[in-house]
């Protein structure tokens, strides 16, 4: 007699970018778990949803991302605008802070479905809003406090964030280097990873890759601000080659200001892929020109990244990024836990913006339906012109 399941995805093209394989199969959910995977297990289901055309993933996993929402006027609504667009997981960046961290935990971590981590700021004020930069007080970044934090709540805390910008660390160099270095240092003593926003910043990228450790991680890699990774001849800058050489991350966080279409496609000509695809929603930036997580996949891949490369660093290195990888994020296994994205790339195409004045043609990715520890969640539309959907 065939086992009865919860919920069968069926028919779609079951894509597993950390295992290498691709097939088209049926994916049976049970007791929260991936089940079976394989054909005609639709017949044994209390629901089924018609997959055909579609893409069958792991669970997509955002690790920069601004979801304080109430207290942080930055946050986004954390399940509308993540799990209900097709991700599973993801990482607030510095908009909570040590004096904050209680509120983000009960407001944001606890009641919500998505599986949510914070890269702490390095100031105890956090990101609470953009006109106010969080560090102009130096003396807000108080180490201690962070590494409390991150020692009492390890099942959220992954990691620590410094913005680097002029309205938060200042314009002189030598005060805002003293605040990258004592970040730096308060990261090895919490053995975490540091994440530093570039782009505007008073100390030059040369400067602050070389105080980084192996492990850290530079958000924004494709901005168009000044000191970014390109140099005058426009070719990948020889200091960001040798970060990553000694095992500097580099992150592709879109953020309202901070993707360029003119520094990413020569990137990527060049092959100079993102370690982790992210988005870096927020409420100022989630109606455009991010949108989600899944529209930036959507638009690297129009850059010129192949799926499977932009799939796996949406899943399995985000997952693996944020020590999700032990609880079964970022792959597809039989007995695993059920969290899956099936999503589409429609055929239409829609003229998306970048976040520094250019637009280009992008066949959008769109969720279909998104399972979290074995729950079906449906989906939201899609925050900008619907033209494309019908």
Same mark, same amino acid.
Not at 42 to 52: I, N, P
Not at 187 to 200: R, S, T
Not at 296 to 324: I, N, Q, Y
């Given at each position: 007699?065939?086992?009865?399941?919860?919920?069968?995805?069926?028919?779609?093209?079951?894509?597993?970018?950390?295992?290498?394989?691709?097939?088209?199969?049926?994916? +049976?959910?049970?007791?929260?778990?991936?089940?079976?995977?394989?054909?005609?297990?639709?017949?044994?289901?209390?629901?089924?949803?018609?997959?055909?055309? $579609?893409?069958?993933?792991?669970?997509?996993?955002?690790?920069?991302?601004?979801?304080?929402?109430?207290? @942080?006027?930055?946050?986004?609504?954390?399940?509308? +605008?993540?799990?209900?667009?097709?991700?599973?997981?993801?990482?607030? +960046?510095?908009?909570?802070?040590? @004096?904050?961290?209680?509120?983000?935990?009960?407001?944001?971590?606890?009641?919500?479905?998505?599986?949510?981590?914070?890269?702490?700021?390095?100031?105890?004020?956090?990101?609470?809003?953009?006109?106010?930069?969080?560090?102009?007080?130096?003396?807000?970044?108080?180490?201690?406090?962070?590494?409390?934090?991150? /020692?009492?709540?390890?099942?959220?805390?992954?990691?620590?964030?410094?913005?680097?910008?002029?309205?938060?660390?200042?314009?002189?160099?030598?005060?805002?280097?003293?605040?990258?270095?004592?970040?730096?240092?308060?990261?090895?003593?919490?053995?975490?990873?540091?994440?530093?926003?570039?782009?505007?910043?008073?100390?030059?990228?040369?400067?602050?890759?070389?105080?980084?450790?192996?492990?850290?991680?530079?958000?924004?890699?494709?901005?168009?601000?000044?000191?970014?990774?390109?140099?005058?001849?426009?070719?990948?800058?020889?200091?960001?080659?040798?970060?990553?050489?000694?095992?500097?991350?580099?992150? @592709? $966080?879109?953020?309202?200001?901070?993707?360029?279409?003119?520094?990413?496609?020569?990137?990527?000509?060049?092959?100079?892929?993102?370690?982790?695809?992210? @988005?870096?929603?927020?409420?100022?930036?989630?109606?455009?020109?991010?949108?989600?997580?899944?529209?930036?996949?959507? /638009?690297?891949?129009?850059?010129?990244?192949?799926?499977?490369?932009?799939?796996?660093? $949406?899943?399995?290195?985000?997952?693996?990024?944020?020590?999700?990888?032990?609880?079964?994020?970022?792959?597809?296994?039989?007995?695993?836990?059920?969290?899956?994205?099936?999503?589409?790339?429609?055929?239409?195409?829609?003229?998306?913006?970048?976040? $520094?004045?250019?637009?280009?043609?992008?066949?959008?990715?769109?969720?279909?339906?998104?399972?979290?520890?074995?729950?079906?969640?449906?989906?939201?539309?899609?925050?900008?012109?619907?033209?494309?959907?019908?």
């Amino acid at each position: 007699m065939q086992e009865q399941h919860d919920l069968v995805l069926a028919g779609g093209t079951v894509v597993d970018p950390a295992g290498g394989w691709r097939e088209v199969a049926d994916l +049976a959910v049970s007791g929260g778990k991936v089940a079976a995977i394989g054909e005609g297990l639709s017949s044994s289901a209390s629901e089924t949803v018609d997959c055909t055309g $579609a893409y069958v993933v792991p669970g997509l996993v955002d690790a920069h991302t601004h979801i304080f929402r109430d207290v @942080s006027k930055v946050g986004a609504p954390v399940d509308e +605008a993540h799990l209900q667009r097709g991700v599973v997981a993801a990482a607030d +960046a510095g908009t909570a802070g040590a @004096s904050t961290f209680n509120a983000f935990l009960r407001l944001v971590v606890e009641p919500n479905r998505t599986r949510v981590l914070s890269f702490l700021n390095i100031s105890v004020l956090g990101l609470i809003d953009f006109r106010f930069g969080e560090l102009i007080n130096p003396r807000t970044l108080v180490p201690e406090d962070a590494l409390e934090v991150a /020692k009492e709540h390890p099942e959220v805390v992954r990691g620590f964030k410094i913005r680097m910008s002029t309205d938060v660390v200042g314009t002189e160099p030598g005060p805002a280097t003293e605040l990258l270095e004592r970040a730096v240092a308060t990261g090895e003593e919490g053995g975490l990873p540091l994440i530093v926003h570039i782009g505007e910043t008073p100390v030059s990228l040369d400067a602050i890759l070389e105080r980084l450790r192996p492990g850290d991680i530079v958000a924004h890699c494709y901005t168009g601000k000044e000191e970014g990774i390109l140099g005058e001849d426009g070719t990948v800058r020889e200091c960001v080659h040798a970060a990553r050489a000694r095992g500097v991350l580099f992150e @592709s $966080a879109h953020g309202k200001s901070n993707f360029s279409y003119a520094v990413a496609k020569p990137a990527i000509e060049q092959g100079f892929f993102p370690d982790v695809v992210c @988005s870096d929603t927020s409420y100022r930036n989630w109606n455009g020109p991010v949108f989600d997580l899944m529209t930036t996949m959507s /638009k690297l891949v129009a850059l010129g990244m192949t799926f499977d490369d932009v799939l796996e660093r $949406a899943t399995a290195a985000p997952a693996r990024l944020l020590g999700l990888w032990d609880e079964g994020f970022g792959r597809l296994e039989v007995g695993g836990p059920a969290n899956v994205t099936v999503f589409r790339q429609l055929e239409a195409e829609d003229v998306l913006p970048d976040a $520094a004045g250019g637009s280009m043609p992008v066949r959008r990715f769109e969720p279909v339906a998104t399972v979290a520890g074995g729950a079906h969640v449906a989906p939201v539309p899609w925050r900008g012109a619907v033209s494309s959907l019908s």
